[in-house]
């Protein structure tokens, strides 16, 4: 029970830093952009090297004890495609309404730390009258809403993959759980500045923010509890076949949103450093726990 326990407690670690995100975004003066870089490719080095030397032979050798030596590598094959897929599924039905990987200018992160500051340009009504003020507000909390919305159905496979991994090897599970909360930092403030420049109010900014971070936990805790009800426990093939599907889910998320938001960033070699980094670092942990 303690270990159900750490893994639900990383994995509500990594979701809440959507919340840190906002505060960056309310209190940071300036962001370090090749910080960032560094940091979103370390947590792909991180992801990408645990999900194909640690995750995926793990979920082998669980579906080979339970499917055979013939039939195992197979099914390991189908569950990681069937996790790329699964959350590719996600990722074209629930689009962000904008890249939840891009830091916001200066400019616009201004006003959230103080009052007095101008709002830059593209967030201003039109002038024609109080209609139009009205519809712009409503626009800009469609889109910070739907932001959260996006961000928060994305977020379930992920904290099933934390939870999993954290369940089956803590020192595992730590690690990805500070890859994930480090890229749901940029998540957090692209659901805080629509939200506050929609209403004004920086504590409803910041509420929804650290919501939309709240579906890695409660996904978690759903996955793993629809497991217990159906198959009255984790059998050696439902827990090969998850730790398949988490692989995927974890190189498509590292490839489709870390990489290109790493480069983004900062220079080529600052995402390149990172990722090296990340996996260097992962190997290292792996080979000193053994």
């Not at 939870?163 to 998540?187: K, M, Q, S, T």
């Not at 209403?199 to 650290?210: H, Q, Y």
């Not at 971070?213 to 050696?236: M, S």
Request: aromatic content about 10%.
């Amino acid at each position: 029970m303690n270990a159900v326990w750490l893994a639900f407690g990383l994995t509500l670690f990594a979701g809440m830093a959507t919340g840190i995100g906002s505060g960056i975004a309310f209190f940071a003066r300036r962001a370090n952009y090749r910080f960032l870089s560094v940091a979103t490719g370390f947590s792909a080095g991180v992801m990408l090297y645990v999900s194909f030397v640690e995750i995926l032979p793990k979920g082998a050798s669980a579906l080979a004890a339970a499917g055979g030596e013939m039939w195992g590598p197979w099914f390991n094959a189908a569950a990681f495609f069937g996790g790329i897929l699964f959350i590719g599924v996600i990722d074209v039905l629930i689009p962000a309404a904008e890249n939840p990987h891009v830091t916001h200018a200066e400019r616009e992160r201004a006003p959230l730390r103080g009052p007095g500051a101008p709002r830059p340009g593209f967030t201003a009504a039109p002038p024609e009258g109080a209609q139009d003020l009205h519809d712009h507000g409503r626009k800009l909390a469609r889109v910070g809403l739907f932001t959260a919305l996006a961000i928060a159905i994305h977020n379930f496979p992920e904290g099933l993959a934390t939870f999993l991994a954290a369940l089956d090897n803590p020192r595992v599970g730590v690690a990805i759980a500070v890859a994930v909360a480090l890229h749901n930092i940029p998540e957090g403030v692209s659901v805080a500045v629509p939200i506050f420049y929609a209403t004004g109010s920086r504590r409803r900014a910041f509420i929804f923010s650290l919501l939309s971070g709240l579906a890695e936990p409660i996904g978690a805790v759903v996955g793993y509890a629809l497991l217990r009800v159906i198959t009255g426990g984790l059998p050696a093939g439902a827990t090969g076949a998850l730790f398949g599907g988490v692989a995927g889910v974890m190189v498509y998320i590292s490839l489709d949103e870390l990489l290109p938001a790493s480069r983004a960033y900062g220079t080529s070699h600052d995402s390149l450093a990172g990722l090296i980094g990340g996996m260097a670092v992962m190997a290292l942990s792996l080979l000193l726990l053994r």
